[in-house]
T-cell receptor
Protein backbone atom coordinates (compact mmCIF):
# COMPACT_ATOMS: atom_id res chain seq x y z
CA UNK A 1 0.00 0.00 0.00
CA UNK A 2 1.18 3.51 -0.79
CA UNK A 3 2.13 5.59 2.18
CA UNK A 4 4.81 6.63 4.59
CA UNK A 5 6.99 3.98 6.20
CA UNK A 6 9.14 4.63 9.25
CA UNK A 7 11.92 2.40 10.52
CA UNK A 8 12.59 1.34 13.17
CA UNK A 9 9.28 1.32 15.07
CA UNK A 10 10.94 1.02 18.46
CA UNK A 11 14.44 1.70 19.70
CA UNK A 12 16.17 1.99 23.05
CA UNK A 13 19.41 3.96 23.22
CA UNK A 14 21.89 4.84 25.92
CA UNK A 15 22.81 8.46 26.47
CA UNK A 16 25.47 9.52 23.99
CA UNK A 17 24.70 6.88 21.37
CA UNK A 18 23.78 7.85 17.85
CA UNK A 19 21.07 6.57 15.56
CA UNK A 20 19.15 7.36 12.39
CA UNK A 21 15.43 7.14 11.77
CA UNK A 22 14.42 6.46 8.20
CA UNK A 23 11.28 7.76 6.55
CA UNK A 24 10.33 6.50 3.10
CA UNK A 25 7.36 7.58 0.98
CA UNK A 26 6.25 6.19 -2.35
CA UNK A 27 3.82 8.93 -3.34
CA UNK A 28 6.35 11.19 -5.10
CA UNK A 29 5.69 13.94 -2.55
CA UNK A 30 7.90 17.01 -2.53
CA UNK A 31 7.41 17.98 1.09
CA UNK A 32 8.53 15.87 4.03
CA UNK A 33 8.48 16.57 7.74
CA UNK A 34 9.76 15.16 11.01
CA UNK A 35 7.71 15.77 14.16
CA UNK A 36 8.12 14.67 17.74
CA UNK A 37 5.13 13.95 19.95
CA UNK A 38 5.30 14.39 23.71
CA UNK A 39 2.40 14.08 26.16
CA UNK A 40 0.37 17.28 26.41
CA UNK A 41 2.46 19.07 23.82
CA UNK A 42 0.97 17.82 20.59
CA UNK A 43 3.34 17.45 17.67
CA UNK A 44 6.28 19.77 17.27
CA UNK A 45 8.12 20.18 14.01
CA UNK A 46 11.80 19.24 14.15
CA UNK A 47 12.95 19.67 10.54
CA UNK A 48 11.32 19.67 7.16
CA UNK A 49 12.20 19.51 3.49
CA UNK A 50 10.56 21.19 0.51
CA UNK A 51 12.29 18.99 -2.04
CA UNK A 52 15.17 16.68 -2.77
CA UNK A 53 18.44 18.10 -1.48
CA UNK A 54 16.78 20.70 0.76
CA UNK A 55 16.27 20.81 4.51
CA UNK A 56 15.13 23.47 6.94
CA UNK A 57 14.78 23.86 10.69
CA UNK A 58 11.45 23.64 12.40
CA UNK A 59 10.41 24.53 15.91
CA UNK A 60 12.71 22.19 17.88
CA UNK A 61 15.75 21.34 15.71
CA UNK A 62 18.49 21.24 18.37
CA UNK A 63 20.18 17.87 18.75
CA UNK A 64 18.89 16.57 15.41
CA UNK A 65 20.16 16.52 11.86
CA UNK A 66 18.37 15.54 8.67
CA UNK A 67 19.15 14.67 5.09
CA UNK A 68 17.08 14.38 1.92
CA UNK A 69 19.46 12.88 -0.60
CA UNK A 70 16.66 11.11 -2.43
CA UNK A 71 13.18 12.47 -2.96
CA UNK A 72 11.52 9.47 -1.37
CA UNK A 73 13.65 9.36 1.78
CA UNK A 74 14.00 11.73 4.71
CA UNK A 75 16.46 10.71 7.42
CA UNK A 76 16.47 12.01 10.98
CA UNK A 77 19.72 11.63 12.90
CA UNK A 78 20.60 11.90 16.56
CA UNK A 79 24.37 12.31 16.91
CA UNK A 80 24.50 12.06 20.71
CA UNK A 81 21.20 10.98 22.20
CA UNK A 82 19.93 12.56 25.40
CA UNK A 83 17.09 11.48 27.70
CA UNK A 84 15.19 14.62 26.62
CA UNK A 85 14.93 13.08 23.18
CA UNK A 86 12.79 10.24 24.47
CA UNK A 87 9.68 10.67 22.38
CA UNK A 88 7.54 9.31 19.60
CA UNK A 89 8.71 10.55 16.23
CA UNK A 90 6.41 10.95 13.26
CA UNK A 91 7.32 11.49 9.67
CA UNK A 92 4.86 13.03 7.25
CA UNK A 93 4.83 13.90 3.58
CA UNK A 94 2.71 16.08 1.32
CA UNK A 95 2.45 17.09 -2.33
CA UNK A 96 1.63 20.68 -1.42
CA UNK A 97 2.49 23.07 1.34
CA UNK A 98 -1.01 23.74 2.63
CA UNK A 99 -1.01 21.04 5.27
CA UNK A 100 -4.29 19.49 4.17
CA UNK A 101 -2.89 16.41 2.55
CA UNK A 102 -0.26 15.35 5.04
CA UNK A 103 0.22 11.60 5.15
CA UNK A 104 1.72 10.41 8.41
CA UNK A 105 3.77 7.37 9.18
CA UNK A 106 2.86 5.11 12.10
CA UNK A 107 5.54 6.55 14.35
CA UNK A 108 8.85 5.50 15.90
CA UNK A 109 9.08 5.24 19.67
CA UNK A 110 12.54 6.14 20.94
CA UNK A 111 13.67 5.74 24.54
CA UNK A 112 16.98 7.18 25.69
CA UNK A 113 18.25 5.83 29.00
CA UNK B 1 3.98 33.21 16.06
CA UNK B 2 0.95 31.01 15.77
CA UNK B 3 -0.30 28.89 18.65
CA UNK B 4 -3.12 26.47 19.38
CA UNK B 5 -4.78 25.69 22.70
CA UNK B 6 -6.95 22.70 23.42
CA UNK B 7 -8.26 23.36 26.92
CA UNK B 8 -9.51 19.83 27.61
CA UNK B 9 -6.86 17.16 28.05
CA UNK B 10 -9.36 14.34 28.58
CA UNK B 11 -13.06 14.01 27.81
CA UNK B 12 -15.24 11.04 28.66
CA UNK B 13 -18.50 10.64 26.79
CA UNK B 14 -21.14 7.94 26.66
CA UNK B 15 -21.73 6.12 23.41
CA UNK B 16 -24.53 7.81 21.51
CA UNK B 17 -24.03 11.14 23.26
CA UNK B 18 -22.83 14.28 21.53
CA UNK B 19 -19.22 15.41 21.60
CA UNK B 20 -17.62 18.83 21.36
CA UNK B 21 -13.89 19.44 21.47
CA UNK B 22 -12.61 22.96 21.93
CA UNK B 23 -9.82 24.59 20.01
CA UNK B 24 -8.58 28.17 20.25
CA UNK B 25 -5.88 29.54 18.03
CA UNK B 26 -3.70 32.59 17.80
CA UNK B 27 -2.65 33.83 14.41
CA UNK B 28 -2.38 37.27 12.89
CA UNK B 29 -3.87 36.56 9.49
CA UNK B 30 -6.41 34.18 8.01
CA UNK B 31 -5.40 30.76 9.20
CA UNK B 32 -5.63 27.33 7.73
CA UNK B 33 -7.27 25.16 10.41
CA UNK B 34 -7.32 21.42 10.76
CA UNK B 35 -8.52 18.64 12.99
CA UNK B 36 -6.60 15.38 13.06
CA UNK B 37 -7.39 12.13 14.85
CA UNK B 38 -4.88 9.64 16.18
CA UNK B 39 -5.98 6.13 17.08
CA UNK B 40 -3.76 4.21 19.52
CA UNK B 41 -0.45 3.24 17.97
CA UNK B 42 -1.26 4.98 14.71
CA UNK B 43 -0.23 8.09 12.87
CA UNK B 44 -2.51 11.08 12.43
CA UNK B 45 -5.43 11.15 10.03
CA UNK B 46 -7.06 14.32 8.74
CA UNK B 47 -10.69 14.71 9.86
CA UNK B 48 -11.47 18.07 8.28
CA UNK B 49 -9.99 21.38 7.26
CA UNK B 50 -10.92 25.04 6.89
CA UNK B 51 -9.27 27.35 4.41
CA UNK B 52 -11.96 29.88 3.53
CA UNK B 53 -15.65 30.21 2.70
CA UNK B 54 -18.39 28.47 4.66
CA UNK B 55 -17.44 28.55 8.32
CA UNK B 56 -19.13 25.21 9.05
CA UNK B 57 -17.10 22.42 7.56
CA UNK B 58 -17.95 18.78 7.29
CA UNK B 59 -15.41 16.04 7.67
CA UNK B 60 -15.10 12.31 7.66
CA UNK B 61 -16.66 9.96 10.19
CA UNK B 62 -19.58 12.33 10.82
CA UNK B 63 -17.51 15.13 12.34
CA UNK B 64 -18.00 18.84 11.72
CA UNK B 65 -16.27 21.97 12.91
CA UNK B 66 -17.19 25.63 12.99
CA UNK B 67 -14.76 28.47 12.45
CA UNK B 68 -15.57 31.53 14.56
CA UNK B 69 -13.19 34.35 13.77
CA UNK B 70 -14.50 36.59 16.56
CA UNK B 71 -13.70 33.93 19.14
CA UNK B 72 -10.56 32.58 17.45
CA UNK B 73 -12.07 29.15 17.77
CA UNK B 74 -12.48 26.06 15.64
CA UNK B 75 -14.46 23.58 17.74
CA UNK B 76 -15.07 20.03 16.61
CA UNK B 77 -18.45 18.35 17.06
CA UNK B 78 -20.13 15.04 16.50
CA UNK B 79 -23.85 14.52 17.23
CA UNK B 80 -23.63 10.87 18.28
CA UNK B 81 -20.39 9.24 19.34
CA UNK B 82 -19.49 5.66 18.48
CA UNK B 83 -17.10 3.49 20.48
CA UNK B 84 -14.66 3.66 17.57
CA UNK B 85 -14.31 7.42 18.13
CA UNK B 86 -12.15 6.80 21.18
CA UNK B 87 -8.87 8.39 20.17
CA UNK B 88 -6.78 11.49 20.60
CA UNK B 89 -7.76 14.56 18.64
CA UNK B 90 -5.46 17.36 17.58
CA UNK B 91 -6.33 20.81 16.34
CA UNK B 92 -3.72 22.49 14.14
CA UNK B 93 -3.19 25.85 12.50
CA UNK B 94 -1.16 26.49 9.39
CA UNK B 95 0.38 29.75 8.31
CA UNK B 96 -0.81 30.87 4.91
CA UNK B 97 2.00 31.37 2.47
CA UNK B 98 4.66 29.97 4.74
CA UNK B 99 7.26 27.82 3.04
CA UNK B 100 6.56 24.23 3.85
CA UNK B 101 3.43 25.32 5.72
CA UNK B 102 4.66 24.43 9.14
CA UNK B 103 1.62 23.29 11.08
CA UNK B 104 1.35 24.15 14.76
CA UNK B 105 -0.52 21.54 16.76
CA UNK B 106 -2.42 21.82 19.99
CA UNK B 107 -1.64 19.54 22.90
CA UNK B 108 -4.43 17.14 22.03
CA UNK B 109 -7.64 15.96 23.68
CA UNK B 110 -8.01 12.30 24.54
CA UNK B 111 -11.57 11.05 24.16
CA UNK B 112 -12.80 8.03 26.10
CA UNK B 113 -16.13 6.47 25.14
CA UNK B 114 -18.19 4.69 27.80
CA UNK B 115 -20.50 1.87 26.72
Amino acid sequence: NAGVTQTPKFRVLKTGQSMTLLCAQDMNHEYMYWYRQDPGMGLRLIHYSVGEGTTAKGEVPDGYNVSRLKKQNFLLGLESAAPSQTSVYFCASSYNDRGDVLTFGAGSRLTVL
Amino acid sequence: AQSVTQPDIHITVSEGASLELRCNYSYGATPYLFWYVQSPGQGLQLLLKYFSGDTLVQGIKGFEAEFKRSQSSFNLRKPSVHWSDAAEYFCAVGATGAAGNKLTFGGGTRVLVKP
